[in-house]
């Protein structure tokens, strides 16, 4: 969907090095999501957001941190905590609390020099 | 937590058959389950979903059943076409003030033509 923007594309982290991926949305959404995406395992939940300055945990949160200070950004930071931060990152949102279609970012393909 | 595995893992089939993916649910209290299709490096994108309240739902070649007393739900894709060749995630969300969704490990659909 055109209305969620992932950045960068590609993402490079050197050892010990805390690398930030952005995610912006203009579809108004209240929730938006942190995936993670490896060969053969499907996307799993990093982190979430239902509402701006709150977040919760999902399933795979260790060595990531988020932020919601505004309703259209939500940025994942992938710490040095994170061992094996290689993967393709996935953002994206839903209108609401209720069960609403999630609509997905193109994807940030980090990787470890 | 919720646990969903999904089979076969990669499919193949010829131009013009049916192909058929399902997957199985732990949370009894899911009742959102929608299906994306994910090209290679691409977003995943919804291509159908249901609600516990209807057994099936279908849009044009494709269709989704759910057995919600057998906690499963299937994927129906009739006259394939090369197109359709992707990766198919099922998943599911209980949507009770908790929108997470937890998807199944994806099937790998190759379309011979």
């Known amino acids: 969907d055109g209305g969620i923007t992932q950045s960068p594309k590609y993402l490079f982290r050197k050892e010990g090095q805390n690398v930030t991926l952005s995610c912006e949305q203009n579809l108004n959404h209240d929730a938006m999501y942190w995936y993670r995406q490896d060969p053969g395992q499907g996307l799993r939940l990093i982190y979430y957001?239902?509402?701006?300055?709150?977040?919760q945990k999902g399933d795979i949160a260790e060595g990531y941190s988020v932020s919601r200070e505004k309703k259209e950004s939500f940025p994942l930071t992938v710490t040095s905590a994170q061992k094996n931060p290689t993967a393709f990152y996935l953002c994206?949102?839903?209108?609401?609390?209720?069960?609403?279609?999630?609509?997905f970012g193109d994807g940030t393909r980090l990787s470890i020099l | 937590g919720e646990n969903v595995e999904q089979h076969p893992s990669t499919l193949s089939v010829q131009e013009g058959d049916s192909a058929v993916i399902k997957c199985t649910y732990s949370?009894?209290?899911?009742?959102?389950f929608p299906w994306y299709k994910q090209e290679l490096g691409k977003r995943p994108q919804l291509i159908i979903d249901i609600r516990s309240n209807v057994g099936e739902k279908k849009d044009q070649r494709i269709a989704v059943t759910l057995n919600k007393t057998a906690k499963h739900f299937s994927l129906h894709i009739t006259e394939t076409q090369p197109e359709d060749s992707a990766v198919y995630f099922c998943a599911a969300s209980n949507g009770f003030g908790n929108e997470k969704l937890t998807f199944g490990t994806g099937t790998r659909l190759t379309i011979i033509p």
């Open positions: 957001s239902q509402i701006v300055n709150d977040f």
């Open positions: 949370d009894s209290a899911s009742n959102y």
């Open positions: 994206a949102s839903t209108p609401d609390r209720g069960n609403q279609p999630q609509h």
